[in-house]
C-alpha cells in the first residue's frame, strides 16, 4: 500500500504528491475529464474527435509520468504526430464553420456550455505545463502546442454544436 500522501509513477514509487510531475499529470487528467464531459453532449462526429484527443492526453500523461526515467531531452518533439493530426482536425472543422463577429457565450446548450469549460480547463492545464515544462527542463514545444490547439478545437467545437440562426 502506498504511504498517505504519496503514490506511484511508471518506474519510481513514493512520489509525493506534491511533486510537479504529479501537479502537471493531475491537470491532464482534469483536461480529459473535461472533454469527456463534453463529449457526453457532442454529436457523434464531434464526440469522435475529443475520444481521439482524450486518447492523446492519456499518451501525454505516460509520457510525463515515466520521467525521470525517460529523460527529459528524449521528449522532444515526441508529440509532433499527435499535434499534426490535431492541426489536420481543426482545419477541417474550420472549413465547415464560421467566425462569429462578436464574443461569443456558449452554454445555450448542454454542448456548448461544456464544451466552453473543457476549453477553459484546456487553457489552464496549458498555462501549468508551461511552468512545469520549463522548471523540469523538458524541451518539448510538440505536447505545449499540442495543448494550445486543443483549446482551439474546443472552440471551434462550440461553434460547429451551435444551431444556425
Not at 463577429?101 to 456548448?112: D, Q, R, Y
Request: hydrophobic share 40%; net charge negative.
Amino acid at each position: 500500500m502506498t504511504p498517505c500522501g504519496k503514490t506511484n509513477l511508471i518506474g519510481e514509487s513514493g512520489v509525493k504528491k506534491s511533486d510537479l510531475r504529479i501537479k502537471l499529470l493531475g491537470v491532464l487528467d482534469e483536461a480529459s475529464a473535461s472533454l469527456s464531459l463534453a463529449k457526453a453532449f457532442c454529436s457523434a462526429n464531434n464526440q469522435s474527435y475529443l475520444e481521439s484527443c482524450q486518447k492523446d492526453l492519456s499518451h501525454m500523461m505516460g509520457l510525463l509520468a515515466a520521467l525521470p526515467k525517460t529523460a527529459p531531452g528524449d521528449l522532444d518533439g515526441i508529440f509532433a504526430i499527435q499535434l499534426e493530426d490535431l492541426e489536420a482536425t481543426i482545419e477541417a472543422i474550420e472549413a465547415e464553420v464560421d467566425y462569429p463577429n462578436e464574443f461569443i457565450h456558449p452554454g445555450h446548450s448542454p454542448a456548448t456550455g461544456a464544451l466552453d469549460l473543457a476549453r477553459a480547463v484546456v487553457r489552464r492545464a496549458e498555462r501549468e505545463a508551461v511552468a512545469g515544462f520549463e522548471i523540469l527542463q523538458i524541451p518539448d514545444e510538440s505536447m505545449l502546442q499540442y495543448l494550445n490547439r486543443l483549446s482551439t478545437l474546443c472552440y471551434l467545437l462550440i461553434l460547429a454544436e451551435t444551431p444556425l440562426g
